[in-house]
């Protein structure tokens, strides 16, 4: 199970890497066409406006001309001198995007030569006055229609170009959209199979945690049953063969109706009321037994009465029996056995103390720390209620000369 947990990981990283990756992509894809796309429009615009600039400019050196005609001053000699050659540079600038278009480039090298031919002429009528003003209009007329003509050629042209760029453009991002976006959901569906698969095999691993730890329960408790009868039986005999028939045959009943009730109660759980009444039947049996040598105390104390609090069975009387038969088994008189159920909120606090020698402090280590022991007591009820709960700290132990005090917290919320 563990071995097919893992392999199921490290499908669902692989998944997870290419789920991200295609996401990704779709996003890299649309962010990098869209940027193509703008820096094309930007093109594009950038050349419409050259275009509309060199009218712009054209306009100024006939204004300029019209001026300095009559005038005849330098400074406006100059300012159409730098009007005309602005002209020049930006028709340069647009001859490379209008090569790709017949009509544009045909139409781009005669304004060019009908230009070039006006510059001849003005210059003519600046420097000897031998042209007339109307041959000069005459050909601006003629400029300006041709480069009327080449704008709108050229207008076309680029209008032309970037719908085609545009449709490409579309298909590219529709198709490829697509394509990324089918391949986006095969690995989502992929990871959310794999990661189903990987929730499957942790659910099944819990329950199979869970029926374990019920099977070892079980097994501890079918420990304890035994474990009091028989202790119970050898006090019987032992009554009996001292003559004391009487207490042996209270003993007997007793112990009869605290194992009939205990196998009626069943082997899972029982409340916390069945378990003090268990607990009394066989505090009775240890009163009768000890004759005075331990005085047993019992204190409930219930402050939530309609609390049903459901614990293992036999959960306190193995501290009782552990206290008696270990902590005070040298002890002749003067034994004290005390026993402290107090109701808390969210627990019953459970205290079971003697005045008795007393364990060695590598016996709570290994009752605490679930090392297997000869004595099965403690360690019996410590395992019991740590697979009941599934956590730890279900049992705190104090031991010293003076006696020993066992805490059991038993949590009403399993």
């Known amino acids: 199970m563990k071995i097919i947990g893992e392999q199921l990981k490290e499908k669902i990283s692989l998944s997870y890497f290419f789920f991200s990756l295609c996401l990704v992509f779709l996003v890299g894809f649309n962010i990098l066409l869209t940027a193509g796309f703008v820096n094309r429009y930007s093109d594009y615009l950038h050349d419409y406006k050259a275009i509309n600039t060199i009218v712009d400019s054209y306009n100024a050196s006939k204004a300029a001309f019209l001026t300095y005609s009559r005038s005849h001053d330098e400074k406006d000699l100059m300012e159409f001198q ?49 042209v007339s003003i ?15 003509l080449l704008t709108t050629y050229y207008i076309d042209y680029v209008s032309e170009r970037f719908s085609g760029y545009s449709t490409g453009i ?25 990661y189903r698969d990987l929730m499957s095999t942790r659910l099944e691993n819990e329950k199979q945690k869970r ?5 070892r329960m079980h097994e501890l408790q079918m420990q304890m049953n035994p474990h009091f009868l028989f202790n119970t039986l050898s006090l019987i005999i032992r009554n009996i063969q001292i003559g004391e028939s009487d207490t042996a045959i209270r003993l007997v009943k007793s112990t009869s109706q605290f194992l009939r009730q205990s196998i009626e109660v069943g082997n899972d759980t029982i409340t ?6 268990l607990l009394e039947k066989y505090l009775f049996i240890q009163k009768i037994h000890n004759k005075g040598r331990i005085t047993i105390k019992l204190d409930v104390r219930k402050t939530y009465m309609d609390d049903i609090v459901k614990i293992p069975p036999l959960i306190i009387q193995p501290l009782v029996e552990n206290a008696i038969r270990h902590g005070l088994k040298d002890t002749t008189e003067g034994g004290r056995v005390s026993v402290l159920v107090e109701e808390k909120p969210d627990m019953i606090r459970v205290e079971v103390s003697d005045n008795g020698c007393g364990m ?20 019996n009820v410590y395992e019991r209620l740590c697979l009941f709960y599934h956590r730890e700290g279900c049992m705190d132990i104090k031991t010293g000369p003076d006696g020993t005090t066992v805490i059991l917290y038993l949590y009403k919320e399993v």
């Open 170 to 194: 579309k298909r590219v991002l529709l198709f490829g959209n697509i394509f990324l976006v089918i391949i986006t959901l095969i690995a989502f569906i992929l990871n959310t199979r794999i």
């Open 272 to 277: 916390i009321d069945e378990e003090l009444d």
């Open 82 to 130: 730098d009007t005309t050659a602005r002209i020049f540079t930006e028709l340069n600038n647009v001859e490379h995007s209008m090569r790709s278009d017949r009509d544009c480039i045909m139409m781009y090298r005669i304004v060019y030569q009908m230009l070039e031919h006006r510059q001849d002429l003005m210059q003519k009528f600046i420097s000897y006055g031998n």
């Open 211 to 215: 029926y374990i730890a019920e099977a």
């Open 134 to 148: 109307s041959d000069i209009d005459d050909l601006n007329f003629q400029i300006e229609r041709n480069l009327n």
């Open 360 to 379: 060695p402090q590598i016996y709570v280590s290994n009752i605490l720390g679930h090392v297997q022991m000869e004595r099965i007591g403690l360690s």
